[in-house]
């Protein structure tokens, strides 16, 4: 049966565990080792690594930070941040990585999506895809590149769209205007895209309790929530996210 995944995310930069909000003002918080050692302990169903100011400096992912988190937990590990060729991938999977999470680089050659899935498998390609609200769009929301510096002029649906076509095997959309607020998810930005297509779509960008968790799901229709500041800091446990998901008729893994 298919169940709800509840998705800590660790924002790294210089090897270290950050929260921000909006993409900026990051806070340092903790070693991402040892956080993602707690959260597989506490019962997340996976864990998504990013080292969110790689393709910003133009480096590859600090591996030393994702080898260390590997080796403490127990579930998968998705690894996005200055990704940019298929050996950059096969480093990360040689490394024990679940899944590869690629942006940027896939905005900028579309043909790496493709490659990857081709090589490593639909399910091991992952694509972030940053939005932010634009009128202007058909949609009503743009894409935007390098850590939400960089508006791209491209639909996020249709973008999703494409990578679903190209072979991608999950998406994560994730809200630039809603990103560590606590404000909630942006809703009918995640049920665009997810009612654009037919892979999972997993929710991502201001979590600030638990009913949040349950509208990403019933009318965001996600897959997955990812969390970060609600659980970083302390406010719920894994364990209350779910039983209280599952108190609202959401399966999940308890």
């Not at 403490?72 to 298929?86: E, K, M, N, Q």
């Not at 091991?124 to 508006?151: C, H, Q, W, Y």
């Not at 809200?175 to 991502?204: F, K």
Request: hydrophobic share 40%; charged share 25%; aromatic share 6%.
């Amino acid at each position: 049966m298919d169940y709800i995944k509840i998705i800590p995310c660790l924002d790294t930069k210089d090897g270290r565990l950050v929260k921000g909000v909006n993409f900026v003002d990051l806070k340092d918080i903790a070693d991402p080792a040892e956080t993602g050692e707690a959260y597989s302990k506490a019962g997340a169903d996976e864990l998504v690594f990013l080292d969110i100011t790689a393709t910003v400096e133009g480096r590859k992912t600090f591996l030393d930070g994702v080898r260390r988190t590997i080796e403490r937990i127990s579930i998968p590990l998705t690894v996005g941040g200055g990704i940019r060729t298929l050996d950059d991938m096969r480093e990360l999977f040689d490394l024990g990585v679940a899944r590869c999470s690629v942006n940027t680089a896939a905005i900028r050659n579309p043909s790496l999506v493709r490659d990857a899935a081709r090589e490593f498998g639909s399910e091991r390609v992952t694509v972030a895809i940053d939005t932010r609200k634009n009128p202007a769009m058909p949609s009503g929301f743009e894409l935007v590149v390098e850590g939400g510096r960089t508006p791209v002029g491209k639909d996020a649906v249709d973008w999703a769209k494409q990578c679903e076509d190209l072979g991608a095997g999950q998406l994560l959309p994730t809200s630039m205007d809603a990103d560590g607020t606590q404000a909630g998810y942006d809703i009918p930005m995640t049920r665009a895209i997810a009612e654009a297509v037919s892979i999972p779509v997993i929710a991502s960008g201001g979590a600030g309790n638990l009913d949040h968790l349950v509208e990403a799901v019933v009318e965001g229709k996600a897959s997955a929530v990812l969390v970060a500041s609600i659980f970083h800091y302390g406010k719920y446990t894994i364990r209350q996210a779910k039983e209280y998901m599952a108190s609202k008729g959401l399966t999940v893994r308890l």
